[in-house]
């Protein structure tokens, strides 16, 4: 099946490290659907933060946009599918702001499906983001719940340092590993 033949690769990270950033430039270099951030289309949508209630919902909408990716990239050619974001970030917001670790675990499942893991590191200027980012000390405190939370994944995890450019041409190394 063609779409067995499509790699994965997650970009992760807190708030305000770069990653819609660093996809917008991958995808202009690398032959890939992307699939942005379900959680930042929900807060441009609503016009706030998710409730724990709807923490479930947003989990499996950005895991369907996900599935729905891999089969158009398949279709197309496109050997990858580029995800802003991941599964298992619903999960560690979902721990972080409302104490429930209860996503972790279809959200770690899910995450053995991606061939590679791009862990953008906080070691940007913070910049705000209305409605959406909390602040320095939000930030360093969800990249410290995902160094746990990735302790023990099943694939390669990059982390991806420095600004600009050097964060791209570290991204695209990582992926030509893949081959």
Do not use: N
């Amino acid at each position: 099946m063609a779409s067995q033949l499509v790699r994965r690769i997650a970009v992760i990270g807190a708030e305000s490290t770069g990653k819609t950033s660093l996809v917008q430039a991958l995808s202009e270099q690398v032959s890939a659907v992307v699939v942005p951030e379900h959680l930042r289309q929900f807060v441009e949508q609503y016009g706030r933060v998710p409730t724990q209630s709807e923490q479930t919902p947003l989990m499996q909408e950005q895991i369907r946009a996900e599935e729905a990716a891999v089969g158009q990239a398949a279709s197309l050619g496109r050997p990858f599918v580029l995800c802003d974001s991941s599964a298992i970030m619903t999960a560690v917001y979902s721990e972080f702001y409302f104490g429930d670790e209860a996503l972790y675990g279809p959200a770690l499942t899910y995450h053995q499906q991606v061939s590679l893991t791009l862990f953008c590191q906080p070691d940007l200027p913070w910049v705000a983001d209305t409605g959406q980012r909390d602040g320095p000390e939000i930030q360093a405190a969800v990249h410290e719940l995902l160094v746990r939370r990735l302790q023990g994944s099943s694939g390669p995890v990059v982390p991806i340092v420095g600004a600009g450019d050097s964060r791209v041409r570290l991204a695209l190394r990582a992926i030509a590993a893949l081959h």
